[in-house]
């Protein structure tokens, strides 16, 4: 099966069987610079809902039990097979998500390391950690064990990065899932990596996608007796919904959710090298990512330069249909509805601060905004736009640029820029923010680093360590090597 766009794309794949949805209801997948068709799909409903998840529960009974070396073979196949065609996974994601070659690349390249990295959970699931006991004689054995399964939400911005962040390790660490990519990129999100997995040699079952749309499933999904944990990217309004469902069903989950990441620019910065820094942070992928530099504050001392010179910069950034010029830089918002939100904080940003570089629509295409002098409790600074928007605000002490960071309900990532970096990094740990880069831009990532956040941008950690830790659960067993006396 060729990952081509094809007619499996228009596909469900469930118990390893690529099918229609049962509700008989069509959507066309958009390419959204064009509006041209991507794929057309035929939707699920409930009914594909719970054939998934009783799919998955009865694979997941075996895959548990499948040896270390059987579940790791597995997982570096679908790295290799993943790498191999990452022309033709570009393409697709390019067409359906509106992505600049280089972010595609960038993703299959993290995808690829998030599978190798979890490749390497079979071994530790089999290892248990050895404790001592109060008890004469007795060894306390703890074991990590899957939790069984586990259904993932993912959203289209990073659609087939962060699908894979979940997938992968579940797989790895025992569990069977049930993946709910994005409808707008499902192809990218989802069945792209279930076609990889299934060539991979993964059993039937372990991994199915379904193609639905909320509407005609609700909170079922979330409420499905199987689900043990529920794993989702998206927003913080629905992320907390998941979170409420998720708690009256006594279901663990792993959110991560919504940003208002700061970049701050100290008066000892290397202006050149905070410039570069900004303007990716903040136009790589039309800012449609929830840790994008979102608020940029600058010492007042560097501030008329850093304006004019970010103005300057970001006029030249390439712009237009990615799929035909490779060096396109800010491609299609996603679609009208998005495209019409950031216009209106656009507007409502010409009443609250200086428009200095003021974009403009072209088709599904908008080029950078920049405004200058807002206020942090404006609605340029307080609003995650997912759009090519800069906010710059001037600041003229250390401790005022602190709090300016703080002052938001979020807390995902964060960036500082000094040339004392044993300043920066005391800067960085007093942002309130899971993540925090000094000299950096606010878009990281890293499969040996706990990426997540605090506050309202969510629950839970994952990569590395911490997601294996998320999607397992502990077994304590003791073993009494000494006889143990009792009073009757």
């Known amino acids: 099966m060729s990952l081509a766009i094809s007619k499996s794309y228009g596909k469900q794949f469930i118990a390893g069987v690529w099918k229609d949805g049962s509700s008989g209801k069509t959507y066309q997948d958009l390419n959204p610079y064009n509006n041209e068709v991507v794929a057309t799909f035929i939707l699920g409903n409930e009914t594909d809902v719970d054939e998934a998840y009783s799919a998955a529960k009865e694979a997941q009974k075996a895959w548990k039990e499948t040896s270390v070396e059987a579940k790791k073979q597995v997982l570096m196949r679908a790295a290799e097979l993943l790498e191999q065609r990452k022309d033709e996974v570009a393409a697709i994601m390019i067409k359906e998500t509106g992505s600049s070659m280089a972010k595609a690349q960038i993703e299959i390249k993290n995808s690829a390391g998030i599978i190798r990295a979890a490749a390497q959970y079979p071994e530790l699931m089999t290892n248990p950690r050895v404790n001592p006991s109060v008890i004469p004689g007795k060894e306390n054995l703890i074991y990590h064990v899957p939790v069984g399964v586990i259904g993932v939400i993912s959203p289209f911005n990073f659609p087939l990065v962060l699908s894979m962040r979940s997938v992968a390790p579940a797989i790895a660490t025992g569990n069977a899932v049930v993946l709910k990519p994005d409808i707008q990129t499902a192809v990218s999100g989802g069945l792209v990596i279930a076609e990889i997995f299934e060539e991979a040699g993964l059993p039937k079952g372990v991994l199915n996608v379904l193609t639905v749309d909320i509407a005609d499933i609700g909170d079922y999904f979330i409420a499905h007796p199987v689900p043990k944990v529920i794993s989702f990217t998206g927003s913080t309004a629905v992320g907390r919904h998941v979170g409420e469902v998720a708690s009256r069903n006594l279901k663990r989950v792993s959110l991560e959710l919504g940003g208002n990441s700061p970049f701050v620019v100290l008066e000892d910065a290397d202006l050149e090298k905070a410039l570069s820094a900004a303007l990716f942070g903040k ?19 560097l501030y008329d330069q850093f304006v004019s010179s970010f103005v300057e910069r970001a006029q030249k950034i390439p712009y237009g249909d990615p799929s035909v010029d490779p060096n396109v830089f800010i491609g299609p918002i996603i679609n009208e509805k998005q495209m019409q939100k950031v216009l209106n904080v656009i507007e409502a940003g010409k009443t609250e601060a200086r428009l200095v570089l003021e974009g403009q629509r072209i088709g599904n295409v908008l080029t950078p905004f920049v405004f200058a002098d807002a206020k942090n409790d404006s609605t340029l600074a307080q609003t995650e736009i997912f759009g090519p928007v800069a906010t710059i605000i001037p600041f003229d002490t250390e401790e005022e640029a602190l709090a300016l960071a703080n002052d938001t309900p979020y807390g995902l990532s964060a960036s500082v820029f000094t040339s004392d970096l044993e300043r920066g990094i005391e800067f960085a740990r007093h942002i309130e923010s899971g993540m925090a880069h000094v000299n950096d831009q606010t878009i990281n990532d890293d499969p040996n680093a706990p990426f997540g956040g605090e506050k309202a941008s969510g629950l839970g950690r994952f990569n590395g360590e911490w997601i294996f830790e998320e999607f397992t ?8 090597r000494e006889y143990r006396d009792f009073p009757f």
Do not use: A, E, L, P
Request: net charge positive.
């Open 473 to 480: 659960t502990r077994k304590w067993v003791s073993v009494q």
């Open 283 to 301: 136009f790589f992928h039309q800012g449609q990512i929830c840790m994008i530099t979102n608020r940029i504050f600058v010492h007042r001392s």
